[in-house]
């Protein structure tokens, strides 16, 4: 089963995405369109975890957040940095309160980035090791700059 970080913590993964086995007590997660869809359909089922790609319109989720349990913003490739702005908006504009998952191409240097921009839980690059990402999260303690998340303290002037 797959580990991940989910506050603070290195847990087994609930969520199964396209072509993953259904596993007991798992939760399918559909792309931007297909829960849009599924959504608008009034479906009595409609999934609650949504993966969000570089090029999906953040917009189009905002009536809908309080059905998502969970949204998981795919990074695709090294230097991909839209997902930060679509996490920002998804806390910021939108108040989305639920587990916010960064997913892909990451790597443990990008983490306090990451929890900056209001992600709680992390899926990094297979290469990376869980503990390791884990410590770098407490690299800093304090911030200059607000930011959307608890796990740094933002300086006040005295």
Known sequence: MRRIIRRREIVE???RYAGE???DGSVGVVGA???LAASAAGAASAPEAV???ATDEVEALAGHLDGLRWIVIEFAKIGEG???????LLRQRYCYRHELRARGALKRDQMILLAR???????LDP???????LAALGTFTVAYQDGNEA???LRRRA
Do not use: K, N
């Open 13 to 15: 993964d609930e969520l």
């Open 21 to 23: 086995p259904a596993v």
């Open 33 to 35: 369109a297909e829960w």
């Open 51 to 53: 993966l969000l790609t």
């Open 82 to 88: 839209r997902g930060y702005s679509q996490a920002r």
């Open 117 to 123: 921009c209001g992600f709680d839980a992390f899926e």
């Open 127 to 133: 290469a990376e090791d869980l503990s390791a990402a």
């Open 151 to 153: 796990l740094v303290s």
